[in-house]
């Protein structure tokens, strides 16, 4: 029986001391960390600025995101900006980014019907992620998702029993060492996804939003 090799992982495609964002950004579309690039349009990087004070990190594109390059620009994505207005967070303090950065997807006809990313996926692009962190100062990272929450405080996490906790960064991080010493602050929630497939979609926001608010009072 042929053994199943484990995705070389990304480590390798990303530039070495890169001194800013647009150094990573520019990078990334080189990368063949796993297979999901092969079917993807194209890498799907972080956006916003360097200083940003709140890190929200998704789990990955979707198909929209996909096609334009840039992540949270799909339903969720307008969903997620309303939500952070109503927390009362003002957008230009927020880096958005996701765990991974290609689309993994399964195509039915000529739908592209979103899949999730695997642990080997999460591995293999963990190191964009840490990458990332290591140019960034946040005073608060919010994970939405369990894909996010559990690439980054570990399998065992449960945003189910713990969204909207704080915790204190990057202690609670299933690698600590692998993010820069900061007196930070941590929380999960809910992927904006989920809000849009509940059955009770104006319960689900509103949970959303309440978590966001704890953001919301951890930067005033």
């Known amino acids: 029986m042929a053994m199943t090799q484990a995705p070389p992982g990304a480590q390798g495609f990303i530039p ?28 799907v990087f972080g956006r916003g600025a360097a200083h940003a004070r709140l890190v929200l990190v998704g789990e990955q594109p979707g198909d929209i995101e996909d096609q334009k390059g840039l992540p949270f620009v799909g339903p969720a ?14 957008p230009s303090v927020i880096y958005l980014t996701n765990t991974v950065k290609h689309f993994r997807f399964e ?3 000529r739908r592209r019907i979103h899949q999730t990313p695997g642990p080997a996926h999460i591995a293999a692009c963990r190191p964009w992620l840490v990458a990332e962190f290591s140019l960034l100062e946040p005073d608060l990272i919010v994970a939405l998702g369990a894909t996010a929450a559990k690439a980054l405080f570990g399998p065992s996490f449960r945003v189910t029993r713990s969204r909207g906790e704080l ?12 993010f820069p010493a900061a007196e930070a602050r941590a929380l ?9 497939r509940a059955d009770d979609r104006d319960a689900a926001y509103q949970g959303l939003v309440d978590d966001l608010k704890v953001a ?3 930067l005033a």
């Open 16 to 43: 070495a001391d890169a001194h800013d964002l647009d150094e990573l950004k520019a990078a990334a579309p080189g990368c063949r960390g796993c297979e999901l690039h092969e079917n993807a349009t194209q890498v």
């Open 77 to 90: 994505g307008r969903l997620l900006r309303d939500a952070v207005g109503d927390a009362g967070i003002d």
């Open 107 to 109: 195509l039915r006809g």
């Open 167 to 178: 915790l204190p960064w990057p202690a609670a991080a299933q690698r600590p060492q692998d």
């Open 188 to 196: 999960a929630t809910i992927h904006p996804s989920a809000v849009l």
């Open 216 to 218: 919301a009072a951890t």
